[in-house]
């Protein structure tokens, strides 16, 4: 029998725009003789869920329910398909969890971890696994930026501690060099701002997941900026500003390393469903940094992880089949 999976979209931040891509994605490649899709549309106006006729069916929050002229609707499991908040910092996951609902992707706890910056990179660095170093400014505290930012290293990136798609983002040279404007941007998106030293070196992004208890890694991507973007920000990401490859063309030494790295980071931070981690590959001291740990990968057709699941020889549908099983 057809198991009823909700596939939840939307969100309340800027990142709903890739929300929404996403979930163009996974709507299509879910398999229809498995399972009866139904996308659900979280946004400040309401939960809905809209009919092949145009109707709008708001969703019963008490047990996350629809009702369909007289048939109720329960599911027996949740793909999350929402990128920022409430779909990728936990709050959807404790709601899920208080009505025994199982979804795809991290619980909770890990869920707020890792999509607070400096809290994921203090605990990858307190386990061992190379990160740049950093400070936070807080929103509407006393201190001074001069102050905070004195032990680090010119070039930075500034961007909100709390966010994904790299809204808001900057690339600063220099103390002199937009810094205030760059982190009043970084605020706009959020009320922590997280400064953090630039490590040189190759940008190598890994999607990992796991399946009847083992944790896999897809192929490495390598991604390069254009020449006249300084950064992967979010035009290079979804406006075709950069240059991905996959599989990345690397010496297996340090693939290995990368994908060792991997495995570690989604042990240490308890991931489940599918993640995909950045790394910066740093030649001089021969160790992958761990940037971040984005708990609802992109799945749009401009997406890595999409890439990296055709690279291996899957297609999504039996890719999202594995998903939605080690959830249930």
Same mark, same amino acid.
């Given at each position: 029998?057809?198991?009823?999976?909700?596939?939840?979209?939307?969100?309340?931040?800027?990142?709903?725009?890739?929300?929404?891509? @996403?979930? #163009?994605?996974?709507?299509?490649?879910?398999?229809?003789?498995?399972?009866?899709?139904?996308?659900?549309?979280?946004?400040?106006?309401g939960w809905f869920y809209e009919l092949s006729d145009g109707r709008k069916l708001e969703v019963d929050k008490n047990d996350f329910s629809l009702q369909i002229d007289n048939q109720k609707i329960n599911f027996e499991a949740v793909f999350i398909g929402m990128h920022g908040t409430?779909?990728?910092?936990?709050?959807?996951?404790?709601?899920?969890?208080?009505?025994?609902?199982p979804y795809t992707g991290c619980n909770a706890a890990t869920s707020a971890l890792t999509f607070n910056k400096r809290y994921a990179t203090a605990i990858a660095g307190t386990s061992g696994i190379a990160v740049a170093k950093s400070v936070i400014l807080i929103k509407d505290t006393v201190g001074s930026i001069d102050d905070v930012i004195y032990n680090l290293k010119f070039p930075v990136f500034i961007k909100p501690n709390n966010g994904g798609s790299s809204i808001?983002? @900057?690339? #600063?040279?220099?103390p002199t060099d937009g810094l205030e404007a760059a982190i009043e941007k970084a605020f706009k998106e959020d009320d922590q701002v997280l400064i953090e030293e630039m490590i040189t070196g190759r940008e190598f992004?890994?999607?990992?997941?796991?399946s009847q208890g083992n944790i896999i890694v897809l192929p490495l991507t390598e991604v390069k900026a254009d020449a006249d973007m300084s950064f992967f920000d979010f035009e290079?990401?979804?406006?075709?500003?950069?240059?991905?490859?996959?599989?990345?063309?690397?010496?297996?030494?340090?693939a290995d390393k990368v994908r060792e790295t991997a495995k570690k980071v989604y042990s240490v931070f308890n991931c489940k469903g599918v993640v995909?981690?950045?790394?910066?590959?740093?030649?001089?001291?021969?160790?992958?940094y761990m940037l971040e740990v984005n708990t609802i990968p992109g799945q749009s057709e401009a997406s890595i992880v999409p890439q990296q699941v055709k690279a291996m020889g899957w297609s999504l549908k039996e890719f999202y089949t594995k998903l939605v099983q080690e959830a249930l």
């Open positions: 029998m057809k198991k009823n999976i909700a596939l939840v979209t939307g969100g309340f931040s800027g990142e709903a725009v890739i929300s929404y891509k @996403s979930a #163009v994605t996974i709507d299509i490649n879910l398999d229809r003789n498995l399972f009866n899709v139904y996308k659900i549309d979280i946004n400040p106006q409430p779909g990728e910092d936990g709050k959807l996951q404790g709601y899920f969890d208080t009505l025994k609902i808001g983002m @900057s690339k #600063v040279i220099s992004t890994v999607g990992v997941f796991k290079a990401k979804y406006q075709g500003k950069s240059t991905e490859t996959t599989p990345a063309i690397v010496d297996e030494i340090i995909r981690i950045d790394f910066i590959y740093n030649e001089e001291t021969g160790k992958p």
